[in-house]
T-cell receptor
């Protein structure tokens, strides 16, 4: 089955800096890679996703890159703001299977 | 509301008791997932429904856990003979097509 590894487990940045979170996956059949943001006491919220036919996707300050050959994908947040502080999860799956999640990265943005 | 709804939001039960956790998915979503999240961990897959049938129940930890989705909409996760180790947040998500899973707020289960 799929296994997703996520790094780093914690990340502290100054407001305005960029933050990068990296994930690797094991199953070459996986073709969908979402990222979720989870705030305290809430369920995970989908923030951006990428499918295997695309190498990069951007949405305002957030971008995701995918390297299918190396089986890794990354989340990039630019111009970080205090409200970006949360736990971020990557996940992966192929059609017809459940999403498998990484262990999460706690991002702290200090002003 | 239009989101995934989970009830109750909190449940405290005594060891050995039976509990049911309910999930109302987004209308029209055919896929429904249950996950369990312990403190400081990522969501751990339990079971996945496509329509009324369980497409994958390989994540259920043992036979004390069971889930149903009789009409292809609402789902109930049932836990028999609860143990303290079952304490966690139970998350439900639904999706219309591959991926794009939307989560509810979760049910925090505490077994005392």
């Amino acid at each position: 089955g799929e296994n997703v590894e996520q790094h780093p487990s914690t990340l502290s940045v100054q407001e305005g800096d960029s933050a990068v979170i990296k994930c690797t996956y094991s199953d070459s059949a996986s073709n969908y890679f979402p990222w979720y943001k989870q705030e305290l006491g809430k369920g995970p919220q989908l923030i951006i996703d990428i499918r295997s036919n695309v190498g990069e996707k951007k949405d305002q300050r957030i971008a995701v890159t995918l390297n299918k050959t190396a089986k890794h994908f990354s989340l990039h947040i630019t111009e970080t703001q205090p409200e970006d502080s949360a736990v971020y999860f990557c996940a992966a799956n192929e059609a017809g299977t459940a999403l498998i999640f990484g262990k999460g990265t706690t991002l702290s943005v200090s002003s | 509301g239009a989101g995934v709804s989970q009830t109750p939001s909190n449940k405290v039960t005594e060891k050995g008791k039976y509990v049911e956790l309910r999930c109302d998915p987004i209308s029209g979503h055919t896929a429904l997932y249950w996950y369990r999240q312990s403190l400081g961990q990522g969501p751990e897959f339990l079971i996945y429904f496509q329509g009324t049938g369980a497409a994958d129940d390989s994540g259920l930890p043992n036979d004390r856990f069971f889930a149903v989705r009789p009409e292809g909409s609402v789902s109930t996760l049932k836990i028999q003979r609860t143990e303290r180790g079952d304490s966690a947040v139970y998350l439900c998500a639904s999706s219309f097509r591959q991926g794009e899973a939307f989560f509810g707020q979760g049910t925090r289960l505490t077994v005392v």
